[in-house]
């Protein structure tokens, strides 16, 4: 399992979507809306823009606020 992962395009940090799953394929083609922990905006995604984050103990804990 992974965290699901995008880009910021305000900062271009690297950021959890908060979304665990085995394999980004799995998720259907659709646009996502998320607010981003690294400029406090609503950003849009989908899966094309995203990528699983192996070992991610440290976004699960930005995800839900640790």
Avoid at 20 to 28: A, K, M, T
Avoid at 29 to 56: F, P, Q, Y
Wanted: hydrophobic residues 40%.
């Amino acid at each position: 399992m992974g965290i699901i992962m995008i880009r910021c395009p305000a900062t271009g940090r690297d950021v959890s979507t908060g979304i665990e799953v085995s394999d980004v394929d799995q998720l259907p083609r659709v646009r996502a809306k998320m607010r981003c922990t690294a400029c406090g905006r609503i950003h849009n995604w989908s899966k094309d823009e995203a990528w699983l984050s192996d070992g991610a103990e440290e976004y699960r804990a930005a995800a839900v606020g640790a």
